[in-house]
């Protein structure tokens, strides 16, 4: 059973930053590519990092330089750093995977599995 957990979410000051970590159990966690992505209430799922398989990243013009998603294979634990947050980043943030060798860009729709998700709240 595929179990997808993150952590690390809260509340900050805009202009501060947070970590985000998630654990990947019961899948291959080395051949996903794995990505975070956010939700914020009447908006559309936003892709905001992904990591290939070998590490390759992509990371949309919104949350560039900000943001940075690096991996542990040997932890299978996803991490997000997240930077100069701002008010419009509050969200729901999730922790998905995939069986892919690279990343879809901005694709959302092609994540086989999630965390159940974690808020992340920017009060100015």
């Known amino acids: 059973q595929v179990q997808v957990s993150e952590s690390g979410g809260g509340s900050v000051q805009a202009g501060e930053g947070l970590n985000l970590c998630c654990t990947v159990?019961?899948?291959?966690?080395?051949?996903?590519?794995l990505g975070w992505l956010r939700q914020a209430p009447g908006q559309k799922r936003e892709v905001v990092a992904c990591?290939?398989?070998?590490?390759?990243?992509y990371i949309p013009d919104y949350v560039k330089g900000r943001f940075t998603i690096s991996k542990d294979n040997a932890e299978k634990t996803l991490f997000l750093q997240m930077s100069s947050l701002k008010p419009e980043d509050s969200a729901m943030y999730y922790c998905a995977a995939y069986f892919s060798p690279v990343c879809s860009g901005g694709a959302e729709a092609v994540y086989d599995y999630w965390g159940q998700g974690i808020q992340v709240t920017v009060s100015s």
């Open positions: 990591i290939s398989r070998s590490a390759d990243t």
């Open positions: 159990s019961g899948v291959a966690f080395e051949n996903c590519a």
